[in-house]
C-alpha cells in the first residue's frame, strides 16, 4: 500500500503546477483524498479535500478560486491543479487517504491512513 505524490517544482509568481497522487497496492476509489502542506517552520495543513462517498471538494480559504482537486479512477489518481501560485504557497505538498471519511475536510493529519512522500513546490517572486 503506498501514495506517491509528484509534480511539484519551480514556479515564478502567477504559475500553474499539477500535483498527482497515486496509489499502488489498493484502490483510491471510496477514500477521502487529503493534501497538506507544510512550509518551513510551521505546521502542516490542509489545503484541500475530495470526499470517498461523493467527490464534493473542499478548499481552506486561501486557495479557493485557484486550486482544484479532481480524481480520476481509471487511472488511480487524484490531481491538485495549482493555479496564480503565490510565494505564500511554497512548501512541501503531502497527500493522504482517509476511509471512510469523518466529514470534516480539514481534519488534523493524525486522522488519515496514508501517506504519499512529499513533493516540494517552490514559488518565486
Known amino acids: 500500500v503506498q501514495l506517491q505524490a509528484s509534480g511539484g517544482g519551480l514556479v515564478q509568481s502567477g504559475g500553474s503546477l499539477r500535483l498527482s497522487c497515486t496509489a499502488s497496492g489498493f484502490s483510491l476509489e471510496s477514500y477521502a483524498i487529503g493534501w497538506f502542506r507544510q512550509a518551513p517552520g510551521k505546521e502542516r495543513e490542509a489545503v484541500s479535500c475530495i470526499s470517498g462517498e461523493d467527490d464534493s471538494t473542499h478548499y481552506r480559504d486561501a486557495v479557493k478560486g485557484r486550486f482544484t482537486i479532481s480524481r480520476d479512477s481509471a487511472r488511480n489518481t487524484v490531481y491538485l491543479q495549482m493555479n496564480n501560485l503565490k510565494p505564500e504557497d511554497t512548501a512541501v505538498y503531502y497527500c493522504?487517504?482517509?476511509?471512510?471519511?469523518?466529514?470534516?475536510?480539514?481534519?488534523?493529519?493524525?486522522?488519515?491512513?496514508?501517506w504519499g512522500q512529499g513533493t516540494q513546490v517552490t514559488v518565486s517572486s
Open positions: 493522504a487517504a482517509q476511509r471512510p471519511w469523518t466529514g470534516n475536510p480539514f481534519d488534523e493529519p493524525v486522522d488519515y491512513d496514508y
